[in-house]
């Protein structure tokens, strides 16, 4: 993981900062010139595969979405705080204001590291948490007429399997229970979490953020918090036959 770098090179880099100005002692000075830049260049990278889940991982209209939003602020504004400090301290040669903007670059980056640790843990973004028999996670992007393409989505799936499908600009979950096949919306109606990434069984699937529970059949909400039902469409696949319905149900 590339995280910790930056962490520990730009917060090194104000500690160092702080024992230079009690201390008096220049070298602890030049440690903190040289931490600086190396972290900011991590902090660079490490945003890579950040801006690759934000875009990709991070499912739309969801508590997580903003939260992964006020992440990214907040590791920029830690990025611009350390880099005006570090120029700070080569111009003016003070401890005073490069400790001041070191600070608070600290105390975003560690905001920010809260956040992230929040969007791994509790949203389980970029986490590969699948139970046993679900499969490894699937994700396709089709076109055409919404109740075909869900219907030539579903072939491959085994019982309680998931696998979350782009179609017509939705995300729409398909899976097989003991009635048949089954597609319902992905976005979970409490917080927005993805069903598609969470466990399906008996016919009722289980958001991984909250726990709510819904029918995948109807869309009836059976555990909450959520209160809401989500929307189920028609997807019905018989010894390789594709029978086609052209409805959506609520």
Same mark, same amino acid.
């Given at each position: 993981?590339?995280?910790?770098?930056?962490?520990?090179?730009?917060?090194?880099?104000?500690?160092?900062?702080?024992?230079?100005?009690?201390?008096?002692?220049?070298?602890?000075?030049?440690?903190?010139?040289?931490?600086?830049?190396?972290?900011?260049?991590?902090?660079? &990278?490490?945003?890579?595969?950040?801006?690759?889940?934000?875009?990709?991982?991070?499912?739309?209209?969801?508590?997580?979405?903003?939260?992964?939003?006020?992440?990214?602020?907040?590791? &920029?504004?830690?990025?611009?705080?350390?880099?005006?400090?570090?120029?700070?301290?080569?111009?003016?040669?003070?401890?005073?204001?490069?400790?001041?903007? #070191?600070?608070?670059?600290?105390?975003?980056?560690?905001?920010?590291?809260?956040?992230?640790?929040?969007?791994?843990?509790?949203?389980?973004?970029?986490?590969? #948490?699948?139970?046993?028999?679900?499969?490894?996670?699937?994700?396709?992007?089709?076109?055409?007429?919404?109740?075909?393409?869900?219907?030539?989505?579903?072939?491959?799936?085994?019982?309680?399997?998931?696998?979350?499908?782009? &179609?017509?600009?939705?995300?729409?979950?398909?899976?097989?229970?003991?009635?048949?096949?089954?597609?319902?919306?992905?976005?979970?109606?409490?917080?927005?979490?993805?069903?598609?990434?969470?466990?399906?069984?008996?016919?009722? &699937?289980?958001?991984?953020?909250?726990?709510?529970?819904?029918?995948?059949?109807?869309?009836?909400?059976?555990?909450?918090?959520?209160?809401?039902?989500?929307?189920?469409?028609?997807?019905?696949?018989?010894?390789?036959?594709?029978?086609? #319905?052209?409805?959506?149900?609520?």
């Amino acid at each position: 993981m590339l995280i910790p770098f930056p962490f520990v090179f730009l917060s090194g880099g104000w500690g160092f900062r702080v024992a230079a100005a009690m201390t008096g002692n220049d070298e602890l000075k030049t440690v903190s010139r040289y931490l600086v830049p190396a972290g900011l260049v991590a902090g660079l &990278v490490a945003a890579v595969p950040g801006a690759i889940d934000y875009l990709g991982s991070v499912p739309p209209q969801s508590s997580a979405k903003e939260r992964a939003t006020k992440h990214a602020l907040l590791n &920029v504004a830690s990025l611009a705080l350390f880099a005006a400090g570090w120029l700070a301290g080569r111009r003016r040669g003070g401890n005073a204001l490069p400790i001041a903007l #070191h600070g608070a670059g600290t105390a975003t980056l560690c905001a920010a590291g809260w956040m992230g640790g929040t969007l791994a843990y509790r949203n389980q973004i970029g986490v590969d #948490h699948r139970y046993a028999s679900a499969g490894t996670w699937q994700e396709e992007r089709v076109d055409g007429e919404k109740v075909a393409a869900l219907d030539d989505a579903a072939h491959g799936l085994e019982m309680n399997q998931m696998k979350l499908v782009h &179609v017509d600009g939705k995300r729409v979950a398909v899976g097989r229970t003991g009635k048949g096949y089954a597609a319902f919306q992905d976005r979970c109606t409490h917080r927005g979490g993805p069903l598609s990434d969470g466990a399906l069984m008996c016919g009722t &699937v289980q958001c991984p953020w909250h726990g709510s529970q819904f029918d995948v059949h109807t869309g009836e909400v059976k555990a909450g918090p959520a209160e809401e039902k989500i929307e189920t469409y028609d997807v019905a696949i018989s010894h390789g036959a594709r029978h086609r #319905h052209g409805s959506s149900r609520r």
